[in-house]
């Protein structure tokens, strides 16, 4: 026969336990510390990686832009770095120079990938290959990827291979490099080959998640491949695009590897002088690391600013 109990008493055999020996519930912000205490380390790991090697020297550049040092002695004196760094000869053709390759990536390096995925995302079959074949110069090492553009296909000679190719078709030929006019366009082309994977992949990620019927309907409506990409496409996109656009913009004014291989540095007649590889020769040719660093901090807030007016602009379109 089963035991029954009246409501608010114990089993048969069991004591009831005492008010006091129940355990108590953590609550409040200890609790929460508590739940979260793995989460917290991993953040803390994260933050003090920023710390060490972002955001403490970028105040440490940010103090020396203000300071001279001269036989381990340090003092401040304001403005002079920027003023003399505003008087360098070199500063405003590295700033023409870094703007000219900025506009000539976002020509060809910024649309060159999104036609790319868009012509990836028709094909039907060896997609995963496709990928990676396109992904293949991204696992490059920067520094080889620019050799093999410098010795073989720059080389000015017929034996060059878009020399090579040039001849074949019959147009003239290009000194590539060692031409003030073709130092920039040469440069794009191989810092377009080397990074345009990374973007491939994100446009593509974009595009499969476009759904199918807007494509049908467009169809239905006697739309073309070019409409199709204009009415549809970019505007399903339109938030990826912008975003790359922001991040191809603040990559490619920090110029810097390219032209210390492809041009030894300032290229023929300084038509590939950079922002940061005017930064380079001030802080490790002419030892002024307080020049280096105001000419940083130049670029920092050309930079954020950019970013901002930027963002803002995007958000009212939004």
């Known amino acids: 026969m089963a035991i029954t109990t009246a409501p608010g008493t114990t089993r048969p055999g069991r004591p009831a336990r005492p008010y006091a020996e129940r355990p108590r519930r953590a609550t409040g912000l200890g609790r929460k510390v508590r739940d979260n205490l793995t989460g917290h380390a991993f953040l ?10 972002s955001w403490y020297p970028m105040i440490r550049g940010i103090v020396m832009s203000f300071q001279r040092t001269r036989r381990g002695e340090t003092t401040w004196v304001g403005w002079d770095n920027y003023l003399r760094i505003l008087d360098d000869p070199s500063f405003w053709p590295a700033w023409k120079n870094t703007l000219y390759f900025t506009v000539l990536a976002l020509v060809l390096g910024y649309a060159v990938p999104f036609f790319v995925a868009i012509l990836l995302n028709e094909f039907r079959h060896a997609k995963g290959y496709l990928r990676i074949l396109v992904y293949l110069p991204v696992m490059l090492p920067p520094a080889s990827a620019l050799f093999l553009f410098k010795y073989y296909a720059y080389d000015p000679s017929e034996a060059g291979l878009f020399n090579a190719i040039l001849k ?4 003239p030929t290009s000194e590539w490099m060692q031409s003030p006019e073709m130092t920039m366009p040469a440069m794009v082309i191989a810092s377009t080959w080397m990074n345009m994977g990374s973007a491939v992949l994100i446009y593509l990620a974009a595009l499969q998640n476009i759904p199918g019927e807007l494509y049908e309907a467009a169809e239905l409506d006697g739309a073309g491949i070019w409409r199709r990409i204009v009415n549809v496409t970019i505007p ?12 191809q913009i603040v990559a490619t004014m920090q110029l810097f590897i390219e032209p210390l291989i492809l041009a030894n540095g300032a290229g023929a007649e300084d038509s590939a002088t950079s922002v940061a590889y005017l930064i380079y020769q001030h802080g490790f040719f002419q030892n002024d690391l307080n020049g280096a660093a105001a000419l940083g901090v130049i670029m ?8 901002a007016v930027y963002a803002r602009l995007t958000s009212k379109q939004d």
Do not use: E, N, Y
């Not at 399903?236 to 991040?247: D, Y």
């Not at 920092?300 to 970013?307: E, K, P, R, T, Y």
């Open 44 to 53: 803390i790991g994260a933050v003090l990686c920023f710390v060490v090697f």
């Open 168 to 171: 074949a078709l019959h147009l």
């Open 236 to 247: 399903q996109t339109r938030l990826i695009l912008l975003l790359l656009a922001m991040l």
């Open 300 to 307: 920092l807030v050309v930079l954020a600013g950019f970013s």
